[in-house]
């Protein structure tokens, strides 16, 4: 029996802009109204933006799609993770974003992801290791796990390092307090709260956090660097080293140092925190759907057949289901709740008239669980993902977990290679259930996390119910 999963019970009514400051400084999910699960378009007037809320399919393919230049990212994103990222593809725009992404589209295509399949296997394996050391039906808290393993994979398939040294998790814990930091900043920008002590106070924090990641990243990237600009060969065949292969297909140029610290800094922002929440409230999905997790360790096990050692790439492939319940939990969940854009010109939409500078976000979050345009919209159903459905249970332009048009993530096949192997060497090792009187508290940050974590109890599956599951 599948429980209906936990969302956060929607407001009667649209909230006060009190409310909204006071709720959103903890979570944006929290300000949602009724109507806003059912509406086209929303609009919300803040002191220090006016903000359009597109949420019909045919506007989010105008914005994503068709006109996507009127739409470019919004400039507060820039300007807020800036001193992390720098000029990095995430938040540029135009000729600058189009330059980087044709330079890293190279590093992220299927032969070269599948290339850092091994890197992406070793860190799975230490994560079995932490987890088996736990005894049986121990609880655990999975959204720690998540991210140690995410961010392992990361610092392993980027630059053939791990997680195992004491700098690197200095690294992970600095991403982490700036990622919380980040969000309340922007809330304050756009209540136009006046310049004080603490405001300036949490900046120089964050920066500071900012400088700390940077000058790890550099110490790997500096020397790797070098060996490519004396034309040596490198002995590692990463994402760094695409990177310093790239060139732009105009000018022929390469990246400067600057650039790649930028690039490489924010594929670890984009590639392990969006990962671990997925993952996180996938699991969370299975511990209250035991048929579901049931039938998925099923799977496993026949893929599997014999094979003892790691879960290969072949059988990954082959995971039919467990990538089904991956992409029906993005949908209940979707990392990435909102995307924020800019109206560069002004632009008419239904019956609002959306002035240059404007704001505008799409959500994944609201456009997954549009009461019109899904069955049981808030329910945990992967079987909607059933090629043999024909996709007709899949809206057209309403489900984006990856973005959507030009800006869509460079590193969607990745993500799902990575999913799949961590789900299926889990499915196969242990059960999960929720933790006895635990509800998790889905908040919404710059990814859609729990805020009180994961609990769940974690089984060993036996190896008789291993074959016979
Ligand atoms: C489940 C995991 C992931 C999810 C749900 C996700 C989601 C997204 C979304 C929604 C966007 C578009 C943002 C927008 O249009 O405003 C995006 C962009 C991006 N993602 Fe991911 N992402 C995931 C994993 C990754 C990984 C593993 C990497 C790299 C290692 C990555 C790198 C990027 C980059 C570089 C962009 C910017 C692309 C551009 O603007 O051209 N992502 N991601």
């Given at each position: 029996m599948t429980r209906c999963p936990i969302y956060p019970k929607?407001?009667?009514?649209?909230?006060?802009?009190?409310?909204?400051?006071?709720?959103?400084?903890?979570?944006?999910?929290?300000?949602?109204?009724?109507?806003s699960y059912r509406m086209k378009m929303g609009q919300i007037k803040l002191p220090g933006l006016e903000l359009f809320m597109v949420n019909q399919p045919e506007l989010v393919k105008q914005v994503m799609v068709d006109e996507v230049d009127a739409f470019p990212k919004h400039r507060m994103l820039g300007d807020l993770l800036a001193p992390l990222l720098g000029e990095s593809i995430f938040t540029t725009n135009g000729a600058q974003w189009r330059k980087q992404r044709d330079m890293l589209d190279v590093a992220?295509?299927?032969?070269?992801?599948?290339?850092?399949?091994?890197?992406?296997?070793?860190?799975?394996?230490?994560?079995?290791?932490?987890?088996?050391e736990h005894p049986d039906g121990a609880v655990v808290d999975v959204d720690k796990e998540m991210t140690l393993v995410t961010a392992d994979i990361i610092f392993r398939t980027i630059m053939s390092a791990n997680l195992d040294t004491e700098e690197a998790m200095n690294v992970l814990e600095a991403f982490v307090r700036f990622q919380e930091a980040s969000p309340k900043l922007a809330l304050l920008r756009m209540f136009k709260v006046p310049d004080n002590w603490l405001l300036r106070f949490s900046d120089r924090k964050r920066r500071g956090d900012a400088k700390i990641i940077r000058a790890s990243l550099e110490r790997v990237i500096r020397p790797r660097y070098e060996v490519f600009m004396r034309g040596e060969a490198s002995e590692h065949e990463d994402i760094l080293a695409s990177i310093l292969r790239a060139k732009d297909p105009d000018s022929g140029q390469a990246f400067g140092f600057d650039e790649i610290v930028d690039q490489v800094a924010m594929l670890f922002l984009a590639g392990h925190e969006t990962s671990a929440s997925a993952l996180?409230?996938?699991?969370?999905?299975?511990?209250?759907?035991?048929?579901?997790?049931?039938?998925?360790?099923k799977e496993v096990t026949e893929v599997l057949g014999e094979e003892r050692g790691s879960v290969p790439l072949a059988a990954v492939k082959?995971?039919?289901?467990?990538?089904?319940?991956?992409?029906?939990?993005?949908?209940?969940?979707?990392?990435?709740?909102?995307?924020?854009?800019?109206?560069s010109r002004d632009t008419d939409m239904r019956d609002k008239h959306l002035q240059a500078g404007a704001s505008l976000v799409v959500a994944p979050w609201l456009l997954h669980r549009h009461e019109a345009l899904w069955d049981a919209p808030h329910e945990f159903?992967?079987?909607?993902?059933?090629?043999?459905?024909?996709?007709?249970?899949?809206?057209?332009?309403?489900?984006?977990?990856?973005?959507?048009?030009?800006?869509?993530?460079?590193g969607a096949t990745f993500a799902m290679q990575e999913a799949v192997l961590i789900l299926s060497e889990l499915l196969r090792r242990f059960s999960f259930e929720l933790a006895p009187g635990f509800q998790p508290d889905p908040v919404g940050r710059l990814t859609i996390r729990s805020d009180n974590g994961m609990h769940l109890v974690?089984?060993?599956?036996?190896?008789?119910?291993?074959?016979t599951a």
């Open positions: 929607p407001l009667k009514n649209k909230a006060s802009l009190l409310f909204i400051f006071f709720s959103k400084r903890r979570s944006w999910l929290d300000g949602l109204y009724e109507r992220f295509d299927n032969s070269q992801v599948e290339r850092v399949f091994e890197r992406m296997q070793e860190a799975t394996t230490r994560m079995l290791t932490r987890l088996g996180t409230w996938t699991l969370y999905l299975l511990s209250i759907s035991p048929d579901i997790q049931h039938a998925a360790a082959r995971m039919g289901l467990v990538r089904r319940i991956f992409m029906e939990s993005m949908r209940l969940y979707p990392p990435v709740g909102f995307l924020a854009r800019e109206v159903c992967p079987a909607r993902f059933d090629p043999k459905s024909g996709g007709r249970s899949i809206p057209k332009n309403a489900y984006l977990p990856f973005g959507m048009g030009q800006r869509v993530c460079i974690l089984k060993k599956r036996l190896p008789e119910t291993e074959t």
